[in-house]
C-alpha cells in the first residue's frame, strides 16, 4: 500500500473514533437504535457505515473502476478491520455490502440467502431489519424524520402509500390515527414484510390494505372507475428507475414524475389532500413550475433539507417535495 494510502487509513480509523463517542451520546439522547455513523467523510475512504442494535453494516462506495483493481478488496478488508477494532465487534456482527448503481430489478433482488432478521424500534414503534440478504436493510434511515413528520399529519386521514417497501410510512401513519391505510408495492416479498410490520404494531384488518401491483397500472385502472377512492395524503418514494419484466412499461423518475404526480393531484387526491413526493435521484429537477400549480390551487414546497437527519453527512441523500392546497 502507498503511503497516501496508508495516511488515508490512519484518518479513517482517527474519524471514526470521533464518530463513535459523538453519535453513541447523540443517539442515547435522542433514543434512536439504527442510524448513520460515517458517510464517505474522507474522500480517500469511500465508504458508508450504518449501526443498528444486532450488527453494522458497512457499504463500499468505490467506483466501479477502483473496485476492479487488483488490490481493492484486500483494501476493503483493511477498512472493514478498522471498524471492527474501533467498535470492538466480530465478524458475524459487521455486514460488508457493495452500493452499485441499480438497473432493473436490483432493489428486489436478494445478495445473500443468511436471514438475519431481528426487530428493532423507532419512535416507539418496531420494524423488521435484514442486514445481510439485501442491499438495504428494509427501514430507509434518511427517512426518520419524514416519517415522524407523516405522523403528526395523519390523525383521522385516510392514507395511500405507493412504492411503499416495507411498508414503515404505512406504520407510521397508522400509528399517528390515520383511519385507513393503502400500501401498494411491486414485489410481493416487500409486500408480505410490510404486512408484518403492521401486524407487530397492531395494525390489521380491511382498514390497512396492503396490495401487490404494478402501481402504475394500478393507478390507471382505478383512475378510471368513478368511484375510486380519494385520499387525504398520498406519499411516494418511488425507484430512481426500474424496467423490471413485471411492470408492463419502463420507469423513470425524472421522465415520469410529472405524469403520475398531476394524476395523483387529479384523481386520487381529497380537496384538502396532500401529496408528500421524495426521490433519491441526485440530479432530480421538478418538471411541474411553481406557476402551473398555483393555476392548480396547490403549493409545492421543497423540504429536502429539513428532512434530513442530523446523523446524515450527504445533504443529497434525497429530495422531498410536499404539495397542499393554497387555501392551507
Not at 453513541?24 to 450504518?50: F, T
Request: charged residues 30%.
Amino acid at each position: 500500500m502507498t503511503e497516501r494510502g496508508l495516511g488515508a487509513l490512519i484518518m479513517f480509523e482517527n474519524r471514526l473514533r470521533k464518530l463513535k463517542k459523538e453519535r453513541e451520546k447523540w443517539a442515547k439522547r435522542e433514543n434512536i437504535e439504527c442510524y448513520r455513523i460515517y458517510s464517505e467523510d474522507i474522500p480517500q475512504v469511500a465508504c458508508i457505515l450504518d449501526r443498528y442494535p444486532n450488527g453494522f453494516v458497512l457499504y463500499d462506495k468505490s467506483s466501479l473502476r477502483f473496485q476492479a483493481e487488483a488490490d481493492h478488496e484486500e483494501r476493503f478488508a483493511q477498512i472493514a478491520g478498522i471498524v471492527k477494532n474501533v467498535f470492538q465487534i466480530s465478524d458475524d456482527t459487521l455486514f460488508l455490502k457493495s452500493r452499485r448503481k441499480q438497473k432493473g430489478t436490483d432493489q428486489y433482488e436478494k445478495i445473500a440467502i443468511e436471514r438475519n432478521d431481528h426487530w428493532v424500534r423507532e419512535d416507539n414503534l418496531e420494524f423488521r431489519i435484514n442486514l445481510s440478504d439485501y442491499l438495504d436493510t428494509g427501514l430507509f434511515l434518511d427517512h426518520r424524520i419524514t416519517r415522524k413528520w407523516l405522523k403528526e399529519k395523519s390523525q383521522n386521514k385516510s392514507v395511500l402509500n405507493l412504492f411503499s417497501y416495507t411498508g414503515a410510512f404505512s406504520v407510521y401513519a397508522a400509528s399517528g390515527g390515520a383511519i385507513k391505510t393503502k400500501s401498494i408495492d411491486l414485489s410481493k416479498t416487500y409486500c408480505e414484510w410490510a404486512n408484518q410490520n403492521l401486524q407487530r404494531n397492531g395494525f390489521t384488518g380491511q382498514n390497512h390494505q396492503i396490495i401487490n401491483a404494478d402501481i402504475l397500472q394500478w393507478l390507471e385502472g382505478e383512475a378510471k372507475n368513478p368511484n375510486r377512492e380519494r385520499y387525504d395524503l398520498i406519499f411516494l418514494d418511488p425507484p430512481t428507475f426500474s424496467n423490471s419484466k413485471k411492470m408492463y412499461e419502463e420507469w423513470d423518475v425524472q421522465t415520469k414524475h410529472r405524469n403520475i404526480l398531476l394524476l395523483l393531484l387529479t384523481k386520487f387526491l381529497t380537496d384538502q389532500g396532500e401529496i408528500w413526493f421524495s426521490t433519491n435521484f441526485r440530479k432530480f429537477k421538478m418538471e411541474v413550475e411553481e406557476e402551473e400549480w398555483k393555476e392548480r390551487g396547490y403549493l409545492c414546497m421543497n423540504r429536502t433539507l429539513e428532512s434530513i437527519p442530523s446523523d446524515f453527512r450527504d445533504q443529497k441523500i434525497h429530495q422531498l417535495f410536499c404539495i397542499l392546497p393554497i387555501s392551507k
